[in-house]
């Protein structure tokens, strides 16, 4: 699977993001500067977490005007899957790859902790590993994961089977409690209409490593590894 991972200033996920990529696959990732606007030839574009411009103006607003992010909407208007990790996910909302938008966490707290996360669906290029139903821990680092869609998407997102995660309680459900930061029914990622984008908050590259304190994000690369081999 030939990947590349967009290197914005501020990313610092992007590193993690690498090393989970080149475990699943033993292949190293291509790490594309903001300022390029070409792409070599790809199987999965990530957009990685961090502060991409220190989150100026808003978080993601400034990334999704940068010059490669043109050939990233090109790409995935042709088809090229592209994910998209919490600031990844801040920054295909504002490009407009996904609806929706990501808005100051609900307690206005940075947040830094694992998460109760549940898999909506099995049937995409990025979930293929998991059970849908499954409850995975995998953390966050966000100020800004607040997902807000107006009533008429968050509908059409529901009814096309488009959410793909959603943040749950101990018991797996979707509760207050289990909610860290006031996302609209409790979404954690969503995909476009074609199901070959996915955004998300939750950190996946970050539960890669038993030393780290959890394997749950393994599947996901090691799904996608074979999904697009």
């Not at 808005?103 to 909506?120: D, P, Q, S, T």
């Amino acid at each position: 699977m030939r990947s590349a991972v967009i290197v914005f200033p501020g990313s610092n996920r992007d590193r993690d993001m690498r090393l989970a990529l080149r475990r699943a696959t033993g292949h190293e990732p291509h790490m594309i500067w903001h300022k390029d606007t070409e792409l070599p030839e790809l199987d999965l574009i990530v957009v990685p977490g961090g502060f991409s411009y220190g989150d100026y103006l808003r978080a993601g607003a400034m990334a999704a005007r940068s010059p490669v992010m043109r050939t990233v909407v090109e790409r995935a208007n042709a088809g090229t899957p592209v994910m998209g990790v919490c600031n990844g996910f801040q920054v295909l909302t504002e490009i407009g790859l996904l609806p929706g938008a990501l808005m100051r966490n609900a307690n206005l707290k940075f947040i830094c902790r694992n998460v109760g996360l549940r898999v909506e669906t099995s049937q995409s290029l990025f979930t293929s590993g998991y059970d849908a139903g499954q409850v995975l821990s995998i953390p966050v680092a966000h100020h800004d994961g607040n997902y807000f869609a107006d009533e008429a998407t968050l509908d059409r997102l529901e009814g096309e089977n488009r959410v793909a995660f959603r943040y749950v309680d101990d018991a797996g459900e979707t509760s207050a409690a289990g909610n860290p930061n006031g996302s609209a029914r409790n979404i954690a990622g969503v995909y476009n209409e074609t199901g070959t984008v996915l955004g998300f908050m939750p950190h996946p590259e970050n539960a890669v490593d038993p030393e780290l304190g959890g394997t749950d994000g393994m599947a996901l690369f090691d799904g996608l590894t074979r999904a697009l081999s």
